[in-house]
């Protein structure tokens, strides 16, 4: 018995160890893993380091960009207001003219009937007067 408690014990013995040899090649085979998950992570956080600064520079790029936009568009809104301004004082220029117009309009018209009252008014009295002269 005592032969057959120490087959057994090496049996376990060379169990135990063939174990600990697989146990040992995944351990090896997980940290191999993890190195290059290890490098990856290193790569990729350079590559967004380059990104970022990349984004950066493109974000200070559009900000000046809509400054200049928005520079302009009131550059350009001030010119509109100059033009809306010109063609409001031409539309004033040419209610004036026309104002003016039919003023000098009403004035000949009642001018003339006016000259149309005296020459009646002439010639009535012209005929008294011829009139009282023949008698």
């Known amino acids: ?10 049996i376990v013995a060379i169990a135990f160890a063939v174990l600990v040899v697989y146990l040992a090649q995944t351990l090896k085979a997980t940290q191999r893993t993890l190195n ?12 967004l380091e380059g990104i970022t600064t990349e984004t950066t520079l493109l974000l200070q790029k559009t900000n000046d960009l809509a400054e200049d936009v928005n520079y302009k568009v009131n550059r350009l809104n001030s010119l509109f207001e100059g033009i809306n301004e010109i063609g409001e004082t031409f539309n ?8 003016f117009s039919t003023n000098i309009s009403r004035s000949a018209d009642d001018d003339v009937e006016k000259a149309t009252e005296a020459v009646k008014w002439s010639t009535a009295i012209f005929n008294v007067w011829k009139n009282r002269k023949n008698k």
């Open 1 to 10: 018995m005592a032969a057959a408690l120490s087959i057994a014990a090496i």
């Open 36 to 47: 290059n998950v290890a490098d990856t992570m290193e790569g990729m956080e350079k590559q």
């Open 92 to 99: 004033n220029l040419t209610h004036s003219i026309k104002k």
